[in-house]
């Protein structure tokens, strides 16, 4: 089974260099509420683009913190690309649209995936993070939180696959910046509760094509 392996939280606060104030910089604590609307405690800063009930909290996975130890040559600990949540256990790249994932009390439902901005190219400390980010198709997922609770790291997580259409995270993320996007894959992305706002916009498209 699957393993909470961190829950991490941030303050409000600048990053040298960097003006914006910001919530990315996230300490590991050993438990914490999960909301409706978030993670009890943490900061979030740029509501335009971050937070809401369709992404409440972003989650990590492990496998991929892996992939980027050997690509860097160098150890990133949980919390360092700004998650809520670090889980073991699971393929990131997998993930899919409506897969769950059951913690404790608390239950949450992927709806999309993180796209790179330029406050996460600050934290990491490098100026090109947002194109190698994006190249490496390993982003994570932004979840709903269909149930609140209070979680512990080293909780065991039960991952519960969407049974309908699957549309992974990195299918998504690779669509970034495309703006002729097949039908299909827009209609096989509307079968999913993918976040609304993409919903809205892919709507809006195909109403356009007639």
Not at 133 to 140: E, L, M, T
């Amino acid at each position: 089974m699957a393993q909470l392996v961190s829950i991490n939280l941030g303050t409000a606060q600048f990053i040298p260099g960097y003006s914006p104030l910001t919530g990315i910089v996230k300490t590991p604590v050993a438990s914490a509420k999960i909301t409706r609307l978030g993670m009890a405690g943490d900061a979030i800063c740029d509501r335009q683009h971050h937070g809401g009930s369709d992404q409440a909290v972003y989650v990590y996975f492990a496998d991929d913190y892996a992939w980027w130890n050997a690509e860097l040559g160098r150890t990133i600990e949980p919390g360092t690309f700004g998650e809520n949540l670090t889980i073991a256990g699971v393929e990131g790249r997998s993930i899919a649209i409506g897969d769950r994932f059951a913690i404790g009390p608390a239950l949450l439902e992927v709806t999309y995936h993180r796209t790179p901005c330029m406050t996460f190219a600050a934290r990491m400390g490098d100026s090109s993070w947002v194109k190698r980010f994006h190249r490496a198709n390993r982003p994570g997922a932004y979840c709903r939180v269909l149930q609140p609770g209070a979680v512990t790291a080293g909780m065991a997580v039960e991952h519960v696959p969407f049974a309908g259409e699957r549309v992974t995270v990195s299918e998504l993320m690779a669509l970034d910046g495309v703006r002729e996007i097949d039908p299909a894959f827009m209609r096989r992305a509307l079968a999913t509760p993918i976040r609304e706002k993409t919903r809205f916009k892919f709507e809006t498209r195909l109403a356009s094509l007639f």
